[in-house]
Nanobody, 126 residues
Framework: VQLVESGRGLVQPGGSLRLSCAAS????????MAWFRQAPGKEREGVSC????????YYADSVKGRFTVSRDNAQNTVYLQIHSLKPEDTGVYYC????????????????????WGKGTLVTVSS
């Protein structure tokens, strides 16, 4: 099983970027996919989740309106589009996969996540 995150590393405040997470080694279609982040010196925070079947999404209140999660089952990839980046968005972003296939509020606590990527660093700075 592999989850490999990628995306632009250094971005100016107000800018946008798209993170990708390529999955392999499991039945991606049947897994819910989530994004988490960890800012320096802070605890991990769940930011978004997308279900496997109907595409239901959940977002943390702190990112609603700026973050959009999507998935391409044909490419076994989940994306996180981020707009209006702020310095407080700086951190390591991780993707994770839940075998339950669906998202719920507690998904953003990490509940139900079976597989995790190693993360990609996003730095928002001028």
């Amino acid at each position: 099983v592999q989850l490999v995150e990628s995306g632009r590393g250094l971005v100016q405040p107000g800018g946008s970027l798209r993170l990708s997470c390529a999955a392999s080694g499991f039945a991606f279609d049947f897994y819910a996919m989530a994004w988490f982040r960890q800012a320096p010196g802070k605890e991990r925070e769940g930011v978004s989740c997308i279900s496997s079947s109907d595409g239901t999404t959940y977002y943390a209140d702190s990112v609603k309106g700026r973050f959009t999660v999507s998935r391409d089952n044909a490419q076994n990839t989940v994306y996180l589009q981020i707009h209006s980046l702020k310095p407080e968005d700086t951190g390591v972003y991780y993707c994770a996969a839940a075998g339950t296939g669906f998202c719920e509020e507690r998904s953003l606590t990490g509940y139900g996540m079976d597989h995790w990527g190693k993360g990609t660093l996003v730095t928002v700075s001028s």
